[in-house]
């Protein structure tokens, strides 16, 4: 087995993968061997990720609009002919409020992303994918212990987990694993955001916010994207060939959310 290039060949859709974790998973499969599709919102990192590597293909698209999902999945297929792997990435952090204070709007947003992308996308894909193949859905920590003041963004998290292991069942006989991945505490601007909103509501420094976060995990430390992208390049490679149905957390052993 070559162990520089598990995933030689192999052709990849990542959704929001030309930024954050999801761009960190693509360079990861890339340097893997990969031919890797992504779309993402940010048009900026699109152009960025078209720049960098003959092996990342970027396009632009709005996951919030469910009817651009299938033009995006069309594009993708056009340019790899055959798709092997599918991550779904893409997921908001939503509101950060109390309950009284959290919008309809808000909520049906945080859904759209966290979860209606992921069905669409795999509704679309799953028929035509190959078999033996691999998905990975990113879901969170907050899947497994819930985040106070952060309710669509958890609820979607726990729904990724369940659409997982129903797939994996489903899926089984034709080969094809399916996995979710909970990260963690991730180091970054998106995180900072989430501080500075869950400061405000408790009316605590940044800095306090962050060590309270950061104390509900053993390790007492951020992840960082390429942690998650070397756990995804091992689920979706022959290293994890009998990994199915599984929510794997990345996350330094989080008991408690702050």
């Not at 790899?80 to 990435?89: P, Q, S, Y």
């Not at 990975?136 to 497994?144: D, E, I, P, T």
């Amino acid at each position: 087995m070559n162990y520089e290039k598990l995933l030689d060949g192999k052709k990849v859709i990542i959704t929001a993968g030309a930024d954050g974790i999801g761009y960190a998973i693509a360079r990861r499969f890339e340097k893997a061997g990969a031919h890797v599709f992504v779309c993402d919102i940010n048009k900026e990192a699109v152009i960025k990720a078209n720049s960098v590597d003959d092996n990342i293909k970027a396009t632009v698209c709005d996951l919030r609009q469910t009817q651009l999902i299938s033009s995006m999945v069309e594009e993708g297929l056009d340019h790899l002919k055959e798709v092997h792997i599918i991550v779904n990435n893409a997921g908001i952090a939503g509101e950060t409020a109390a309950i009284g204070d959290q919008t309809l709007g808000g909520w049906q947003e945080c859904l759209q992303v966290n979860m209606t992308s992921h069905f669409e996308t795999m509704r679309l894909l799953v028929p035509r994918m190959n078999n033996e193949g691999s998905i990975l859905s990113v879901s969170s920590v907050a899947g497994r212990v819930g985040f106070a003041y952060r309710l669509p963004y958890a609820a979607t998290k726990w729904a990724v987990i369940g659409m997982v292991k129903s797939l994996a069942i489903e899926l089984g006989p034709r080969g094809i694993r399916v996995n979710a991945l909970l990260p963690g505490i991730v180091e970054g601007q998106r995180q900072n955001k989430v501080i500075e909103a869950k400061a405000k509501v408790k009316n605590i420094s940044f800095d306090a916010m962050k060590d309270e976060i950061l104390s509900g995990a053993s390790l007492n430390r951020f992840v960082t994207h390429d942690d998650l992208a070397e756990q995804a390049h091992f689920l979706c490679s022959p290293l994890g060939k009998n990994i199915s149905g599984q929510a794997i957390s990345v996350c330094g052993n989080i008991e408690k959310a702050g």
